[in-house]
């Protein structure tokens, strides 16, 4: 089952716009981590945030966390061509060090 | 090279059939993940191992066995192929520490089972 579900399921934007899309969660977790995968490719990991920590920022991406709504947003400021991709979030529970995948958002950046 | 590798890279296989798909790590991690990945979903864990005598099953295992041979491979079998576990299969990677739990992927293995 998946514990994360993405929002939108597919985002379309033009290229310098910023892109936001959300993570909702169902149960308490010890960090929650995005990927982002090319079309057909392996997983890369873009960001981590643990759960007493509300923000996080690593070049062009901010994460927050919001765990009274069990909701976390990943915003890729300034989007360029090559974000297009598929991005991920995983939550990982507390003495269970397993992640758990959402089912994604399709990020399509239009030049 | 590649940290997390993965052979084969393709498969096509026939029903009944049993495969084995390969995952080799240059990480030095103790931690190796089995993943299946269905068109326009997530990834769903099959199979974990935490080290090397150490093996547990994930969400979906029916039908699917590991292998822990050393602390870099892990290997995944399908004892008895099915159509519906065509799919493309990630290994993964990671650390044992605070501050380890990022997963590093192979590229994928993508198999067809007529």
């Known amino acids: 089952s998946q514990q994360g579900e993405e929002d939108p399921q597919a985002l379309s934007i033009q290229e310098g716009e910023n892109a936001t899309m959300n993570c909702s969660y169902k149960t308490s977790i010890n960090n929650l981590q995005w990927y982002r995968q090319n079309s057909g490719r392996g997983l890369v990991h873009l960001i981590l945030?643990?759960?007493?920590?509300r923000e996080k920022h690593s070049g062009r991406l901010r994460v927050t966390l919001d765990t009274s709504k069990k909701s976390s947003s990943l915003l890729i400021t300034a989007s360029r061509a090559a974000d297009t991709a598929s991005y991920f979030c995983?939550?990982?529970?507390?003495?269970?060090?397993?992640?758990?995948f959402g089912t994604g958002t399709r990020l399509t950046i239009i030049p | 090279d590649a940290d997390v590798t993965q052979t084969p890279r393709n498969r096509i296989t026939k029903t009944g059939k049993r495969i084995m798909l390969e995952c080799s790590q240059t990480?030095?991690?103790?931690?190796m993940y089995w993943y299946r990945q269905d068109p326009g979903l997530g990834l769903q864990l099959i199979y974990y191992?935490?080290?090397?005598?150490?093996?547990n099953k994930g969400e979906i295992s029916d039908g699917y066995s590991v292998s822990r041979q050393a602390q870099a491979k892990f290997s995944l079998s399908l004892e008895s192929a099915i159509p519906n576990q065509t799919a493309l299969y990630f290994c993964?990677?990671?650390?044992?520490?605070?501050?380890?739990?990022?997963?590093?992927f192979g590229p994928g293995t993508r198999l067809l089972v007529l």
């Open positions: 191992s935490f080290d090397v005598k150490d093996i």
């Open positions: 945030i643990r759960s007493n920590e």
């Open positions: 995983a939550t990982a529970n507390f003495g269970n060090e397993k992640l758990t």
């Open positions: 993964a990677t990671s650390g044992t520490g605070v501050g380890e739990e990022t997963q590093y």
């Open positions: 990480k030095g991690h103790d931690r």
